[in-house]
């Protein structure tokens, strides 16, 4: 194979040699299968088409310097996905099935596994749909389990800078007790309009508020929202906010490393006493925030001088990265090393 250019790769699709596949038909899941088609055949009354009916992961795995490669808290994407599949009334993988689909994938492309020293990783999606065909609105009777391996480049290429983020109050991405707590595609499509509107004015992200009152911080579009101010680490807790694990995973980490965490309702008035902020997630671990802007006060706020990360924030993504490269003692066992075999 041509060599690609690691450290040039960016965070899209790039075709690897093979997926891995298992259908759950009959009531019960059949044989794992190594494929080399990009392609599903699907029918086309199948619910995840028509009502939305699948759920997806995301998790890296990662080259050390050791030469070893390590997945990331593979068993709480495994989870993660149980809790979207039970809301959507779908069959999901147990954990050991979701664990051996992802390490296949990843061996089945060891070649895709970016080298230690490009900062790039391999990105692994796992995803479930609906396959069996259905007219009224319910639960399919066949699913569709795939995992899928595509290697990205380092978030920041020209180093870790501060994004600029915007308040969306004209638009919601999840309801208060709706589907902001899984990880379902749904979310996302509602996010996108949203999204396109901030990139448009020049904002990297936008920041979505409750929405019911709008009073309480919920998240970004696809990464958790954190605030460090007086040795704490503040972070949203709220049924409409999507469980990061690599939120859960920098709670663990503040708490180590001195800080106080706490996880409860955070008021839009607390924007401006935060020393830092950032968005938090397995694509960047954490984007710092430089500046929000809010346009129902015409006002921005600014963190540090927006343009140098904060040193907590500097603190917390060494320590998060070191411990996925295998350079930071994992103490608390997150790493499961893949063997290439
Ligand atoms: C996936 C996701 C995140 C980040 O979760 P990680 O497990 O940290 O990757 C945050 N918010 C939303 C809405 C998501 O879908």
Known sequence: MKEL???????????TDYNVRCAWKDGKWGEVTVTNDEYIPIHMAATCLHYGQEAFEGLKAFRGKDGKVRLFRVDENAKRLRSSADYL????????LFTEMVIKAIQANARFIPPYE????????????????????KAADEYLFLVFVTP??????EGFKPIPVIIDRDHDRAAPLGTGHVKVGGNYAASIYSGELAHEKGYSSVLYLDAKQKKYIDECNAANFFGIRDGKYITPNSHSV??????LSLRQLASDLGLKVENREVEVDELPTFEECGACGTAAVISAIGSIYDPMLDKTYVYGNGKEVGSWSKKL?????????GEVEDVHGWTKEVILG
């Open 152 to 157: 990205v480049g380092p978030y920041f290429k």
């Open 317 to 325: 993504y060494d320590t998060l990265r070191g411990i996925q490269y």
């Open 118 to 137: 490009s900062g790039a990783s391999l990105y692994v999606r796992p995803l479930l749909i609906g396959t069996g065909a259905q007219v009224g609105v």
């Open 89 to 96: 009334l779908m069959e999901a993988p147990s954990e050991e």
């Open 242 to 247: 999507l469980p990061s694990i690599t939120n």
């Open 5 to 15: 250019n690691w450290s040039g790769l960016g965070f899209g699709y790039v075709k």
